[in-house]
């Protein structure tokens, strides 16, 4: 957040989207907060009472909108595989790998289980290091650099199977999500610096923004665990936003979603995309897939056998007999129930 | 004027101009049910807790600072359901003060981060030697006055920050190796660590003094009358009720409150935050851009520091250090007032720490309890059998710890937590169920923007133009 080079400088631009927030907490700052809050109590937060400024949802977006340089033009690769192979022992989990992420697109990364896509996933996002081959992102190859220098660099994740601070807030996981973008450190916030002070008050704006974004916004008090499931997937998106990343990687985001929820979902998704964010979505629901993607990319056996549309990738054979396994007239009616 | 614009189908939408600006609030219970609020009256501590938060700020610092200052004076007081019989209750408090100051440090690490250090004695230890080293005459360092340049009146004083600087140093040469590793493995490398460091100082008889130990360490020259020609710190100071144990009683009080500050301000910061997030998922945090190492090597360097205080304060005190006072059974016992006291709460684990000191020299020296004539030194020689046991009770039925911790790791999120007791305050007619009920659609009712009924509407709402400008800054 307010990234401007002085650092101290905040205070000149005051005209400023989210600064405008922090200065209309005053009132309710006297009183204390309290019951309830922190305690196993199902508690929901009218957070429009608070911060009116939230109920204005082009104002959430134009907060939630990533404050960052991207080097990358819209529509020009932000992210190319190319090459990538990722072998563990004898086993090749990715063979020559090779796609591009393009700059303001939702890219639908699907495949059979098995097939490398949390592979691929990871080997983008620094837990595991290509065996071979390159991956650079916003013209810039990543290397050797480690996942906490890749999340700053702009790639953020969600996880598979949900991985939330449990005993935090909802609010507080995303604020943790904004760390990356924190510049001062334990001597700042020993002393409690005005540039800390400024910088903590930025970040819970945002996040509450963000929260508010995802669509839980309520529940910003309440314990992580405590959230329900599908509020518990969003607050994973709304931590990874938090990042302020360039691109968005989605790892199964509606795994156990009904079909309204998924609906919800794709609508999320495609939000975020409308916001400025390229969003990489791994995912084995084809409806939510082709609902929601401009372009996909299908991996069998750790290779890329299919690129391009949806229509044209559930159009190609070679994709029907691997994934989906069944005769094209048959695809429409049985995606829908397709193993979660 | 950054170079992120919004994908092309932003502008398809864009032509709408007549978003709705305005979110749907969550709907509020109906009032007339049984009160919610008794669920969360849960025991007599969350209870206080809601009372303490309750207060403004003015009525806090009125209640705080007297209950500090009654602390402050227990050891003149003397209260006699208090008092111990077999050591001087000063002594004893000032032996507290010493523990609470370890326990505040233990608890950044264990507590926050949770990286189980089981040689923190080791940290403990390098403050009393660095003291001993430096102001000792037994020592071949010994820079304080006749051999050295240092005045003996300002010695403890002087030192006492480089104690701490090379106490926390050593945090780091401790920590740069081993926080890569985790859980058990960790815990075995600091064990060995604070072996080490109690065997340097049993043979490295040259500069530690070996078995025999340092003599005559400074210690602070105040308060010099003629009764008491090397001042009121001085071990030389018994009998009164103003001894030396209630002089450094208040000493370690000042530092606690200094530690218990700076703590804080890190608990409600970046780092504690990140810390906490270390403790529930390393991996997680990391990945969210956390930079896990350099925070875990933090709260060692931190630990280490508030650990290398009480070591100093301990060293001046006794003004006489020796390998055996620093055993690995220590560390045991400082973890053990932390999770006794609650991990994570500084408040608790001072509290453990009380516990840990004062309930041995109860006993010490008593012969009867309630009238039930009993061999209280006896008792008190069995601490660690009964810590051990205490222990395992608390774990079975009170894992948390006596005051366990209830984080609120935003500053300046209070107004969501003052909305939060509002709509709590609105519902308390209404029973819990119907707080559920609410809790349930919330998705739904509250997060119109993605909400499924919604979806159209949605869509259409992301064509403003006013995205753009937030993000031109």
Redesign the interface.
């Known amino acids: 957040m ?2 401007d080079p002085g650092g101290m400088g905040a205070g000149g ?1 005051v005209g ?2 989210h600064l405008s927030l ?1 200065a209309d ?1 005053g009132a ?2 006297a ?21 009116p400024e ?10 939630v ?7 990358t ?3 020009e690769p932000l992210l190319r595989m190319e090459d990538v192979s990722v072998v563990f022992g004898g086993l090749t989990a990715l063979d020559s790998v090779s796609f591009d992420i393009r700059r ?2 939702i890219l639908g990364l699907i495949g059979p289980n098995g097939a490398g896509k949390t592979t691929a996933f990871n080997a983008m ?1 620094g ?1 595991y290091r290509p065996t071979k081959g390159l991956v650079r992102f916003d013209g810039q190859v990543l290397g050797k650099a ?3 220098q890749i ?2 660099l702009g790639i ?2 969600t ?1 598979q199977n949900i ?7 909802a ?2 996981n995303v ?3 904004t ?2 973008r ?1 510049r ?3 001597p700042g ?4 610096t005005r540039r ?2 400024q ?3 930025d ?2 704006d945002r996040s ?1 923004a963000i929260l ?10 309440e314990k992580a665990r405590n959230l ?1 499931y ?2 518990q997937r ?1 607050l994973e998106i709304a ?2 936003l938090a ?1 302020e990343p360039k691109l968005l990687c989605l790892d199964e985001p509606a795994a156990g979603f009904n079909p ?2 998924k ?6 998704i ?2 975020i ?4 964010y390229t969003v990489l979505l791994i995912e084995h629901d084809m409806r939510l897939v082709r609902g929601v993607t401009d372009r996909i990319v299908v991996l069998e056996f750790g290779k890329v056998i299919a690129e391009g549309t949806p229509e044209d990738v559930t159009a190609d054979p070679k994709v029907i007999a691997a994934y989906l396994g069944v005769p094209d007239e048959e695809l429409a009616e049985g995606d829908a129930d397709a193993p979660a | 004027m950054s170079t992120s614009t919004p994908a092309e189908s932003n502008g398809a939408a864009g032509t709408n101009g007549a978003a709705q600006p305005v979110r749907p609030r969550p709907e509020l219970p109906p009032a007339g049910q049984t009160p919610v609020r008794q669920r969360a009256h849960g025991g007599a501590g969350d209870r206080l807790r809601l009372w303490w938060d309750a207060l403004a700020r003015p009525a806090q610092w009125g209640i705080g600072v007297p209950f500090v200052v009654f602390i402050a004076l227990l050891p003149i007081l003397n209260i006699p359901v208090l008092t111990t019989v077999g050591t001087n209750f000063g002594a004893v408090m000032a032996q507290f003060g010493m523990y609470a100051l370890i326990a505040i440090g233990l608890n950044v690490v264990v507590g926050q981060a949770g990286l189980l250090d089981l040689g923190y004695v080791g940290f403990y230890a390098i403050g009393a030697y660095t003291l001993a080293i430096l102001t000792s005459p037994d020592s071949p360092w010994n820079v304080t006055q006749p051999e050295g340049w240092l005045s003996d009146d300002w010695a403890w004083l002087a030192i006492l920050p480089v104690a701490v600087a090379i106490t926390a140093m050593s945090g780091l040469v401790l920590g740069s190796p081993t926080l890569r590793l985790r859980g058990d493995y960790l815990a075995i490398v600091t064990l060995g660590f604070g072996e080490i460091v109690r065997l340097l100082a049993d043979n490295l008889d040259e500069i530690t003094g070996g078995g025999q130990g340092l003599k005559s360490v400074a210690y602070p020259r105040l308060g010099v009358t003629e009764e008491l020609p090397n001042g009121v710190f001085s071990a030389g100071n018994v009998g009164s009720t103003l001894n030396s144990g209630v002089w450094w009683f208040w000493l370690s009080l000042v530092f606690i409150i200094i530690s218990l500050m700076l703590v804080g301000n890190l608990e409600r910061s970046r780092v504690g935050r990140a810390w906490v997030a270390i403790r529930e998922d390393e991996d997680a945090a990391e990945i969210m851009g956390v930079p896990t190492f350099k925070f875990k090597l933090w709260a060692f360097v931190i630990g280490a520091s508030i650990g290398g205080v009480s070591g100093a304060i301990y060293a001046g005190q006794v003004q006489f250090v020796i390998p055996t006072n620093f055993n690995i059974i220590n560390s045991v016992l400082f973890l053990c007032a932390v999770v006794l006291g609650g991990q994570g709460n500084k408040l608790g684990v001072i509290l453990g720490a009380f516990i840990i000191v004062y309930l041995p020299n109860f006993f010490l020296g008593r012969t009867s309890l309630f009238g039930i004539p009993i061999d209280g030194s006896e008792i008190a020689n069995y601490k660690y059998l009964f810590f051990g046991v205490a222990l395992m009770v608390l774990m079975i039925f009170r894992p948390q710890g006596l005051i366990p911790v209830r984080q609120k790791l935003l500053t300046y999120g209070r107004e969501l937590y003052v909305a939060a007791r509002r709509t709590l305050a609105k519902m308390s007619d209404g029973g819990p169920q119907a707080a559920y009920a609410t809790s349930a659609p919330a998705s739904g009712t509250v997060g119109t923007r993605s909400g499924g009924a919604d979806g159209a509407a949605t869509t259409e709402r992301t064509g403003d133009d006013e995205p753009t400008d937030g993000r031109n800054r």
């Open positions: 307010s990234n631009e400023d989207a922090s907490a309710p700052m009183e204390k907060y309290l019951p309830g809050a922190g305690l196993d109590e199902p508690v929901l937060v009218d957070v429009t009472e608070v911060r939230l109920a204005d949802s082009a104002l959430v977006d134009a907060i909108a990533a404050d960052r340089t991207v080097r033009e819209v529509g303001g697109e996002t837990v480690k996942r906490n999340t700053r953020a994740r996880f991985r939330l601070f449990n005993e935090m807030t609010l507080e604020v943790v999500g760390d990356a924190h001062t450190s334990v916030a020993l002393l409690r800390h002070r910088e903590e008050r970040a819970i509450m508010e974004f995802v669509g839980v916004g309520a529940r910003a008090t329900s599908g509020e969003r931590r990874a990042t309204a929820e609906e919800a979902l794709m609508d999320l495609r939000h995309r409308d916001d400025g």
